[in-house]
């Protein structure tokens, strides 16, 4: 069975710095690339970040390019995203999601989310 | 980028009604389009990937439908389980946008 679970979800402020993880299992985590979703709760769903099985290749939102790193470690099975500078409308339950592998990139499992918060 | 647009924002449909939701995208995406289903806090489910392929264990009274600009997602008879908010999402082209979602609620 496939389980991605995320953590690190906080109260931040402003302008602070943080580290999303997500452990992977039940599938064999370097053949798939991955990303990172977030949602408003109670609102629409946006794509941030995407990497390559290997690492090699990342993407990016424009809402977060520059500030966020997507990572990770393959002999873990995690994931990561670096958060830095961060805004009041980073504040979203973020997603890790695996990709299928299949037809473009697409989320064919997800992980439960984890709650970021960013308010003076 | 990649505008999706989703009709109706929501409708009100009874156990085994037929329902039709439409997405949009501001230009071709070709067949690179996927639905979701999202129930009341839980994570995204996929259902359909690359327009019309039904995704292992997703019932098949679930369909999709469509190319280029325009796409349907079809519940065949609404069970109680289907009530939920319905996503599309195009993975053409960085970054894969979402639609507003479509709200299914009890008559």
């Known amino acids: 069975e496939v389980q991605l679970v995320e953590s690190g979800g906080v109260v931040i402020q402003p302008g602070g710095s943080l580290r999303l993880s997500c452990a992977a299992s039940g599938f064999t985590f370097v053949d798939y690339s991955m990303h990172w979703v977030r949602q408003v709760p109670g609102k629409g769903l946006e794509w941030v970040s995407l990497i390559s099985w290997d690492g090699s290749r990342t993407y990016y939102a424009d809402s977060v390019e520059g500030r966020f790193t997507i990572s990770r470690d393959n002999s873990k099975n995690s994931l990561y995203l670096q958060m830095n500078s961060l805004k009041t409308e980073d504040g979203a339950l973020y997603y890790c999601a695996k990709d299928k592998g299949s037809t473009g990139w697409l989320f064919d499992y997800w992980g439960q989310g984890t709650l970021v918060t960013v308010s003076s | 980028d990649i505008q999706m647009t989703q009709s109706p924002s929501s409708l009100s449909a009874s156990v085994g009604d037929r329902v039709t939701i439409t997405c949009r995208a501001s230009?071709?995406?070709?067949?690179?389009l996927n639905w979701y289903q999202q129930r009341p806090g839980k994570a995204p489910k996929l259902l359909i990937y690359a327009a019309s392929s039904l995704q292992s264990g997703v019932p098949s009274r679930f369909s999709g439908s469509g190319s280029g600009t325009d796409f349907t997602l079809t519940i065949s008879s609404l069970q109680p389980e289907d009530f939920a908010t319905y996503f599309c999402q195009q993975s053409y082209s960085t970054p894969f946008t979402f639609g507003p979602g479509t709200k299914v609620d009890i008559k």
């Open positions: 230009q071709s995406i070709t067949i690179y």
